[in-house]
């Protein structure tokens, strides 16, 4: 929890560990909440490589991208942890067939 | 600051976080905190370190989905793959009581086998698992010790394998 200090011009400083944590820059926006808990400061920026993916995509790939992202936030947390617990590894003796000799030097 | 990994291994927690932050942007809604973090710490990553990789299972999960998403986070990431002793290394690191998920991560960081570039491990492990972390870091000395002693009776072949770095997403951002 950081403490933060209104200065006379109702500004706050954000210590610069915290800006190199939250890879904030200047001219990045962030949004302050009003909430029940009091006031909250949120990071809305995009980093740089979310920010290419989404500008790369075509329309068409948006499209997709934009159902696909419904479909998987519309799913229980119970099935969004199916998705990436699929094929999970064995660590017992009779899976390591499927191990490889370690590349010559 | 100090010098980044050249090469990095991400857990799946990582990458999970990374495809929902683009799930949020997509939807034009507001990521997690964690999401935020983990997408930070990714980009930062692939800014600085060329050597970036998964496990198998990792890139299986992103194979079966929408390639919108997946596609290009498969072209930055390089599967590993298992090399000879993974397994019985990641039984060893169960007596630490790490997880079975987390003892094969842990295990692809020293035996993780890149056949592109060939190499054995990485120089990291970059996870989400505050509590992973916190375990390896508390028994490294022990850990090192058991891996020495591990890959002493494998023989020459194995001797220049190396544990990795532990790191979390927010190290990521604090140090490099």
């Keep these: 929890m950081e403490k933060l200090v ?43 490589k979310t920010a290419d993916w989404w500008n790369n995509l075509s329309e068409e790939d948006r499209r997709q991208a934009q159902a696909e992202a419904r479909r998987y936030e519309f799913s229980s947390e119970k099935q969004r942890d199916a998705i990436w617990n699929e094929a999970a590894e064995s660590l017992e003796v009779e899976a390591e067939g499927d191990e490889i000799d370690l590349p010559a030097k | 600051m100090t010098s980044p990994p050249s090469s990095v291994l991400f857990d799946k927690g990582v990458i999970r976080r990374v495809y929902e932050r683009r799930v949020r942007l997509a939807l034009g809604e507001s990521p997690t905190l964690l999401q935020v973090e983990a997408a930070n710490a990714y980009a930062r990553l692939s800014a600085i370190t060329t050597s970036l990789y998964i496990t198998e299972q990792t890139a299986n999960i992103l194979l079966r989905r929408t390639p919108s998403f997946a596609a290009p986070l498969l072209i930055d990431l390089q599967p590993l793959r298992k090399g000879r002793y993974l397994r019985r290394w990641a039984r060893r690191l169960r007596d630490f009581a790490f997880s079975p998920e987390d003892a094969i991560v842990l295990a692809y960081g020293s035996f993780g086998v890149n056949l592109t570039v060939p190499g054995v491990g990485t120089e990291a492990v970059v996870t989400a698992d505050l509590k992973m972390a916190a375990r390896y870091q508390t028994n490294f000395g022990a850990i090192e010790l058991r891996f020495k002693i591990m890959i002493n009776d494998l023989g020459s072949g194995y001797s220049n394998l190396s544990l990795p770095q532990m790191l979390t997403t927010s190290d990521v951002l604090t140090k490099f």
């Excluded at chain 1, 500004?11 to 939250?22: E, F, G, H, M, S």
């Design chain 1, 6 to 48: 209104v200065d006379k011009d109702g500004k706050i400083t954000i210590p610069p560990d915290v800006l190199a944590k939250r890879g904030l820059r200047p001219g990045d926006e962030l949004e302050l909440v009003e909430a029940a808990e009091g006031l909250l400061v949120y990071q809305s920026g995009v980093d740089d």
